[in-house]
């Protein structure tokens, strides 16, 4: 029964549209990702690619280690001779490029001296070049202290409680130092486009699972269906079968093609770096490496596919309209995105299920709960939440379809 | 196969389809007559558990249907009116996928699907796509679905509506072939249909069963006579205001018409025998030539 579900969904003309699409969006995705990472080389040219990444891997691997004091230093003497010289100090572009390509190497450890000598809420490229080699060594203790700053600050009053603000220090306090430090653009780039890609599998997987549980009535075969003797159990099941299978398979095949794509071109290094290495995720609170930030991306990705999906199922199982399955996970999308701005909102929506699509975006974001004593940070709420409702959605799934009564 | 409707009713808001029906149904071909909106429809969804009544039961065997659930299901076929199908799956396809949902083993199925395509005569069309089929090639594909699982109760809601008139002989013939140690239960506004292959005619009107019997049984209820009537042409318009005028049929020099009256409604008036179409004019009335596929 399964089988003929699964052939019911992917014989229609309209799925091989949407898989084509899919496709197309997949190759456009890790386009883009891809040229995330690009190399400067010694004549100031910019390029991407396998070998571009593999220079840059080479350059930044030269400074692969622990970030003590004594590498911050070196950075600082490397950062200063460079901006000392002919081309640094030059007029021309491509001559401003050709120092650039010196400083790659360790253009993450330099952002990350940016980002802590800044202030908590702004950066400034050129702040590294001011940093003394005394005032270095207090590189890890002004992460802390910008965080201290910027929660005492008027702007963020009454933002987090007491007990909210002593976790995001005590988090902080709480991530391994020295950092361990190695390339780990691949991953930077693959997180940083997996919510698109994520969100690409999800709208055009509800195309496919959108009929699932409505075809019946459009086609009128409902008849047939609900007479026969498995019509209201076994059949139900297999549908609901055949929906878990298209779900999984389109979004693991797409998440694996895309991962697999994006470190094979650009190194499968660092993935046991902690996020915040580099310039992207230096404030998040979540103390994870890259390998466990992709972990959580690609399952509460998952996660999200499934209860959005199952949804979208449920709904056209009840209303039997497969215009609105259709539009629920478009619906789940984008109108968190339009609300965005209303900061009153923002611990709600930041409970909503399309944040499951973008956990490496949530891993960044600042959106604390209390739940009696403890605090947490909105990523393992969502998944709990989420996983706990996509298993109350099956059953009744199961429920309020086998119970249809054709009028 | 013993079929009981214990005052079955079916009221959606203050409508009642199917009100307070009692009848007990055994093997054989009935035939259940009605206008639209005369209740087929529920009646017969209710018979397949697409529809709870909600008053009443149906007890087959002596147990209640809605109970018996799957066990009941699995002795059911059903082609319901609006006959829907899957467009991209072909004939075969479609046989497996619904012997899998009734249950019928995939051995079985196999070989019940290529004995059932051979009887429907969609041999050559067995692996073409339902959606290239004709209208009587997808009946008979409904049919076949219908028989997939060999039903004790084989349930069938206007099988011939759409048919042309040799589809729908062949039709008529299958269905009274397939009629041996079952209970047929045949819904459809072809008097004809009923009238060649019921044993036992079901007339059904605002949700009650009003008459039901044999072809003779009924007919011979009816309280009025029949009579031929050739009348010239200027005559017609009075003798249809009025009697009740089951057919009118037009010759070159006259008209030949078919009057229910108890009286003799002109002097050249021929007593004749009344058939199905006759009652079914009597007792539905003007409303039973609203549709086109009454007569």
Not at chain 1, 143 to 167: G, I, P
Not at chain 1, 324 to 330: E, H
Request: hydrophobic fraction near 40%; glycine fraction near 6%; charge should be neutral.
């Amino acid at each position: 029964m399964t089988y003929f579900e699964l052939k019911k969904i992917f014989l229609k003309p309209v799925s091989r549209i949407v898989l084509t699409i899919l496709a197309v969006s997949l190759c456009v995705v890790s386009y883009f990702a891809i040229g995330y990472v690009d190399y400067v080389d010694e004549n100031g040219n910019n390029t991407i690619g396998i070998a571009a990444a593999s220079a840059l891997r080479d350059e930044k691997n030269k400074w692969a280690g622990y970030i003590t004091d004594d590498v911050l230093r070196k950075v600082l003497q490397e950062n200063a001779l460079i901006n000392n010289s002919k081309e640094y100090l030059s007029k021309d572009v491509t001559e401003n490029n050709k120092a650039y390509s010196k400083k790659q190497g360790f253009s993450d450890i330099r952002d990350m001296i940016n980002r802590a000598f800044g202030s908590f809420q702004s950066y400034n490229y050129y702040r590294a070049d001011s940093v003394t080699q005394e005032e270095i060594s207090s590189f890890y203790d002004r992460r802390t202290a910008n965080l201290v700053e910027w929660l005492k600050s008027d702007e963020q009053e009454n933002r987090y409680s007491e007990q909210e603000q002593q976790f995001l220090i005590a988090q902080y306090e709480k991530l391994k130092k020295p950092f361990y430090y190695e390339y780990a653009d691949g991953w930077a780039a693959l997180l940083e486009y997996a919510p698109s890609i994520i969100m690409l599998v999800v709208l055009t997987t509800g195309f496919l699972a959108a009929g699932i549980f409505s075809d019946e009535f459009q086609l009128k075969a409902d008849s047939v269906f609900f007479s026969a003797k498995l019509g209201r159990d076994k059949a139900v099941a297999a549908k609901i079968k055949a929906g878990f299978i298209v779900v999984t398979s389109i979004y693991w095949i797409t998440v694996v093609l895309y991962s697999g794509i994006i470190l094979t071109v650009l190194g499968f290094g660092g993935a046991g770096c902690a996020i915040q290495n580099g310039f992207s995720n230096w404030k998040a609170f979540y103390n994870i490496t890259y390998l466990q930030d992709y972990l959580l991306t690609v399952l509460g990705g998952y996660l999200g596919n499934l209860f959005i999906l199952f949804l979208s199922m449920f709904a056209s199982a009840k209303t039997h309209s497969k215009a609105l399955a259709v539009s629920i996970p478009f619906i789940l999308l984008f109108i968190p995105s339009f609300l965005s701005g209303i900061s009153v909102l923002s611990e709600v929506l930041g409970l909503l299920p399309d944040q499951l699509l973008q956990v490496y975006t949530a891993v960044k974001t600042f959106n604390l709960y209390q739940i009696g004593d403890r605090v947490v940070g909105a990523v393992p709420i969502i998944l709990t939440m989420y996983f706990i409702l996509f298993c109350i959605l099956l059953p009744l799934l199961y429920q309020v379809y086998r119970k249809t009564e054709i009028k | 196969m013993k079929l009981v409707l214990d005052n079955l009713t079916k009221g959606f808001g203050e409508f009642v389809a199917v009100d307070h029906i009692n009848l007990t149904m055994t093997n054989g071909i009935y035939g259940l007559l009605g206008v639209n909106g005369a209740g087929k429809t529920t009646l017969m969804r209710m018979l397949c558990t697409l529809l709870k009544p909600t008053g009443g039961s149906i007890y087959c065997n002596g147990k209640d249907i809605f109970e018996m659930d799957g066990e009941y299901r699995n002795l059911v076929g059903y082609l319901p009116q609006d006959f829907g199908f899957y467009p991209e799956f072909t004939v075969k396809d479609y046989l497996f996928y619904i012997a899998a949902i009734k249950g019928v083993r995939p051995a079985v199925a196999r070989k019940r699907t290529n004995e059932l395509i051979t009887k429907v005569g969609l041999a050559k069309a067995a692996d073409k796509k339902l959606k290239k089929l004709s209208g009587g090639m997808k009946r008979r594909v409904g049919i076949a679905q219908a028989m997939l699982n060999n039903p004790k109760i084989l349930i069938l809601d206007e099988p011939t509506a759409g048919l042309d008139p040799n589809e729908r002989i062949r039709f008529r013939n299958l269905i009274s072939g397939l009629s041996e140690e079952r209970l047929v239960l045949l819904s459809t506004h072809i008097v004809s249909d009923i009238e060649y292959t019921a044993n036992e005619i079901l007339m059904m009107k605002d949700g009650a069963i009003v008459n039901k019997g044999t072809l003779d049984e009924i007919t011979n209820t009816m309280p009025e006579k029949v009579w031929q009537c050739p009348v010239p042409q200027q005559e017609v318009s009075s003798i249809t205001k009025r009697y009740k005028v089951s057919n009118i049929k037009t010759d070159r020099h006259s008209v030949d018409l078919r009057v229910i009256s108890a009286e003799k409604p002109c002097e050249t008036a021929v007593c004749v025998s009344p058939s199905l179409e006759d009652v079914f004019l009597y007792y539905f009335g003007e409303k039973a030539g609203d549709d086109n596929d009454v007569l």
